[in-house]
């Protein structure tokens, strides 16, 4: 953590007077935007690459797009241009483009508005234009530039830029669709083959240069910018070469005349944690007459907020005027010293939350190490696709912060990330406002909480969501009703048939089946199919019920089976049912049921195929064989083949679980 004053670029520490004023990073060029001394960032920057990164982390691919986006890591060439202008120090001026293969088509040069050196450049004739348009471009977002869909706007400076490869002069424009945060906040203009320089040239009545020639071009004018790749044209000792290679080509020739570097530019931006609230972990800073900004020693960690600070509508952080808080002893000399009245971003806290889990009590430090490597990292994460790019990208940065600096054993925080889906009500996100929320404490006094549990798991995919639907809850409500009676209830009739022979085989692979779906369910976090096949289990059990006698082993280790399996979806339930039927306490300190893959294996059947209603072949099947694999089956045997030869298939029958038959002319 550090006031920012290392080039958000190229990462050089920069000198005091630097970070004061606006400035140009010296060895990149990239502007040093002006920032209040007193604001902490998070070097993030330093970890862009690695975070681009997901070697030990399984997260839903649209997690990792948006935090790749966010990331935004662009390989391309810094190119300096020449400035002609008298009486100006810089000589030069550097883009960012991940384009230096259009470097011939450049026609004229943008700076973002607020670009250190406008001010520099504009002649007197411009100046009032220039001043006027800066303000109107400040008051918009960075969003609200970017649109393509916005009408170009922009003023000429008086200034021309050095095309150091053709020696063209080409004037210098600002416009607001040139960021200064991006980049080297300015943009070689290249109207034939980017559609925002097209736009802005056609507006202006600059030249437009094709000089990446698409297939067949015959030398008309484009009617938009032409951004594939193609042949260059117009490009000097580089024309004839396919616009990928002379991307290469151009770029060594630049470095080789000193005047372009191939670089990587990322869209992500040092993390501002400074908040000027009460809220929030204080930042332990102190500074000091003499010794300037003093960190607080580990053993004074943590500062806590004063809770004598008076709230005054000032709109000041109340930290700042709280005496008790501000006036403190220098750690370094002893001297009076003021404290850092600025709070931490309550991100910063969801960074890393989770690692106290590991050890609550532990009062020598946030977390205890040995507790902390036993459990972490967490296995399962469960969160809203909300947070994607602030929070789990802060906690995967804090994480690999905190491992560089000896106090983790692991690269990402969360090992699998899992988004849940929204439970709506008529199509609709409930809200306060529409008066659409359902209150679940009523739910639970009606039914109770395994049915509300059970319903929510049940109401859809579990990453989807799902309607709330007060005929379902019922449902759930009346199946766990049925499994009460299934294991307490006594048989209505007294001389049933005893459960045996085939019938317990099939109850024993039916709950080893059982076991199995639910098991992979659960993993998967399938929770609606998991339930789905419960239900169905108790359904079958139901059956046997009525119609065998279940007084024997089997039944008890069948019913035994359902219990544990359904303790986690309904965990009161199951404990109470767990006692009344015998059990030792608890439920919930039993093993998982495992399965037996033998009792699972799918029945077979022996499929008979016959060409022509003679029988060719025969093959093993599983029972559950669709008829297209069936029939796709019987083609391709090759005793079959040998009587199709080169005759033509007519018809395919099938017979479920049977046979197929070929019929050919
Ligand atoms: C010339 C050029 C020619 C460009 C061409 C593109 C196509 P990404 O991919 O997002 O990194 N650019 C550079 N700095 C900018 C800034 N501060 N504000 C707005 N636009 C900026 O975008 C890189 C491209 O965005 C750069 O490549 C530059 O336009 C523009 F046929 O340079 B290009
Ligand atoms: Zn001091």
């Not at 920012?4 to 400035?23: D, F, I, R």
């Not at 140009?24 to 002006?34: K, Q």
């Not at 002609?84 to 088509?105: A, L």
């Not at 599983?622 to 009587?643: C, D, H, K, N, W």
């Amino acid at each position: 953590m550090a006031p920012a004053n290392w080039c958000p670029q190229c990462q050089t520490v920069l000198a005091n007077e630097q970070v004061v004023g606006e400035g140009l990073c010296e060895r990149c060029g990239t502007p040093v935007i002006r920032r209040d001394l007193e604001q902490w960032f998070l070097r993030i920057t330093k970890y862009a690459d690695e975070l681009l990164e997901y070697t030990e982390a399984e997260w839903p691919e649209r997690i990792k797009v948006m935090q790749r986006n966010w990331i935004g890591r662009s390989t391309g060439v810094d190119i300096s241009f020449g400035i002609d202008i008298e009486g100006v120090d810089d000589k030069e001026i550097w883009v960012f483009t991940t384009r230096p293969d259009t470097i011939y088509g450049v026609t004229f040069f943008v700076l973002a508005p607020e670009h250190p050196l406008v001010e520099k450049l504009t002649t007197p004739e411009h100046k009032d234009e220039v001043q006027e348009y800066v303000e109107r471009a400040r008051s918009q977002t960075d969003i609200e530039r970017l649109s393509l869909e916005k009408e170009k706007t922009g003023v000429f400076i008086g200034a021309y830029a050095i095309n150091k490869l053709n020696g063209e002069r080409v004037p210098i424009w600002i416009a607001d669709y040139v960021l200064l945060s991006y980049g080297t906040g300015a943009v070689m203009g290249v109207p034939g083959h980017d559609q925002r320089d097209f736009e802005f040239a056609h507006d202006f009545g600059l030249p437009i240069r094709v000089v990446i020639a698409p297939e067949g071009w015959a030398g008309e004018e484009l009617e938009e910018a032409y951004v594939d790749p193609g042949t260059m044209v117009n490009s000097g000792q580089f024309d004839g070469m396919p616009s990928e290679q002379g991307m290469e080509a151009i770029s060594d020739f630049m470095e080789a005349n000193s005047y372009g570097i191939r670089t990587v530019r990322y869209r992500i931006r040092d993390w501002l944690i400074s908040r000027q609230r009460y809220w929030g972990a204080p930042i332990p800073i102190v500074y000091c007459d003499k010794c300037g900004t003093v960190p607080v020693p580990e053993s004074d960690l943590p500062v806590l907020l004063p809770e004598d600070a008076e709230f005054k509508p000032t709109g000041e952080s109340p930290l700042k005027y709280c005496e008790s808080f501000v006036n403190t002893t220098c750690p370094g000399c002893g001297g009076p010293a003021q404290r850092e009245t600025d709070t931490m971003d309550t991100f910063m806290c969801s960074n890393w939350y989770f690692l106290r889990y590991t050890s609550p009590g532990y009062d020598t430090g946030p977390y205890d190490p040995s507790k902390m490597a036993y459990w972490m990292p967490v296995d399962q994460y469960t969160g809203g696709a909300e947070h994607a790019t602030m929070h789990l990208l802060y906690a995967r940065f804090f994480n690999k912060a905190i491992r560089d600096l000896g106090l983790a054993g692991f690269n990402e925080p969360f090992t699998r990330l899992f988004n849940q889906g929204t439970i709506v009500m008529e199509r609709q996100k409930m809200s306060k406002s529409r008066g659409n929320v359902v209150n679940p404490d009523e739910y639970v006094a009606k039914l109770g909480a395994d049915t509300v549990r059970g319903y929510l798991m049940f109401i859809g995919p579990w990453d989807q969501g799902g309607g709330w639907d007060d005929s379902g809850i019922s449902g759930i409500s009346r199946w766990l009703n049925r499994v009460w009676n299934l294991v307490l209830e006594e048989q209505k009739s007294a001389n049933l048939p005893s459960l045996d022979g085939a019938a317990v085989t099939e109850l024993r692979r039916q709950t080893h089946k059982t076991v199995k779906r639910v098991t992979e369910d659960l993993e998967k976090f399938r929770f609606n199919t998991m339930l789905a096949a419960l239900m169905e289990f108790t359904n079958y059990l139901s059956k046997i019920k009525e119609t065998r006698s279940v007084a024997g082993e089997e039944w008890r280790e069948a019913t035994k089976t359902l219990l544990l399996l359904l303790a986690p979806s309904a965990p009161h339930i199951t404990e109470e049912l767990w006692e009344r039927v015998g059990y030792t306490y608890s439920i919930h300190n039993q093993s998982f049921p495992s399965w037996d893959e033998a009792m699972v294996v799918e029945e077979q059947v022996t499929l008979v195929i016959q060409v022509n209603g003679k029988l060719r072949d025969r093959v093993e099947v599983p029972v559950s064989i669709t008829e297209t694999e069936a029939r796709e089956l019987a083609l391709g045997s090759t005793r079959v083949q040998a009587y199709i030869n080169d005759r033509k298939v007519r018809n395919v029958i099938y017979v479920p679980g049977r046979l197929v038959n070929v019929v050919i002319s």
